[in-house]
């Protein structure tokens, strides 16, 4: 029985570990991120890599930092045949690269070259890509760089956020993966390295980048909300409170109002004016403290009294 361990943390990972259970790999081991305080309330919750292990009864391996850990050690004596890592979060030495028996490979949320680092889905829509995919690649030291095993393209529909795209990506992660294992296992599979020339990166969103620009057009407003969305979500300062905008739609129609202003107020409406002329509509938005309001809950609340030509947000 061919052996792995598994080397994950979010949700996009998790399904792809239990497909790997299901269809009667030999998961060793699972190495995740240390469990962590979430939400308003801080409650320590286990990562859902970390839960699919423990409901299927296998050996979790929790380092805060991997290198030179016991944890790492224990990997190192097992020589499983694979080391599988799906956003993991950390980067492997390459003495724990060479435990691996038969390779350690990444399922990597993009179309390499193009997107290495920790962010690949949400750059990909904040970029306005048309499409994206899943590779899989062997690991080297360099992060993302390794030769490429296999790929596979998926579209990025209008109405797709971060939240959607890490579940169709997670789905077929996993069903490029188990295709993958089988050439790798018997030599078949071959590789190729990544063009160099090609190479974009995405590095975590830092708590700075999420905020709004509103003089970039109002499609680039759009393609940043929604790959903030669900998680952390994006923000703009409307009308001195910090609030996040959840939910827009880009208008067809040109405005000469400056960026920030307000183009057009009603009862169930609220336009503002963004770069270049473009208009979008705010659909659902969340003041800081409160909870999620649609727009019409919000201009017969703490939105009264907006009129049109107005300076709501400073740019």
């Excluded at 990597?108 to 995919?133: D, V």
Aim: aromatic share 6%.
């Amino acid at each position: 029985m061919t052996s792995i361990v598994f080397m994950g943390t979010p949700e996009f990972s998790a399904p792809i570990l239990e497909s790997l259970i299901e269809n009667g790999y030999d998961v060793k081991a699972v190495m995740t991120q240390p469990d962590r305080m979430v939400g308003r309330k801080r409650v320590l919750t286990q990562s859902p890599v970390k839960q699919v292990a423990v409901k299927h009864g296998i050996k979790v391996l929790q380092p805060e930092k991997l290198s030179g850990s016991d944890e790492m050690a224990e990997v190192i004596a097992m020589k499983p045949d694979f080391l599988v890592t799906a956003a993991f979060g950390q980067f492997l030495p390459t003495k724990l690269l060479a435990a691996a028996q038969i390779g350690a490979i990444n399922v990597h949320g993009s179309l390499l070259p193009k997107y290495r680092g920790g962010a690949p889905i949400q750059y990909a829509i904040m970029n306005g890509e048309q499409e994206t995919g899943i590779t899989i690649i062997y690991m080297v030291k360099q992060m993302d760089a390794g030769n490429i095993i296999s790929h596979r393209t998926i579209k990025i529909e209008d109405n797709d956020d971060s939240g959607s795209m890490f579940e169709k990506l997670s789905l077929l992660g996993k069903e490029l993966l188990l295709e993958a294992l089988p050439k790798l296992v018997n030599g078949t599979s071959e590789s190729i390295p990544q063009n160099e020339d090609e190479v974009t990166f995405s590095p975590t969103i830092k708590p700075e980048e999420e905020a709004l620009d509103f003089t970039k057009t109002a499609k680039e407003i759009d393609w940043k909300i929604r790959s903030l969305r669900p998680v952390p979500g994006a923000y703009t300062i409307l009308k001195g409170k910090r609030t996040k905008f959840w939910d827009v739609t880009v208008l067809d129609e040109k405005t000469e109002l400056a960026a920030g202003q307000v183009v057009e107020v009603a009862k169930k409406l609220l336009k503002i004016a963004c770069g270049n002329g473009t208009v979008l509509a705010v659909n659902e938005l969340q003041p800081n403290g409160k909870s999620k309001q649609t727009i019409v809950d919000y201009l017969n609340g703490s939105g009264q009294g907006i009129k049109e030509g107005q300076q709501v947000i400073d740019v």
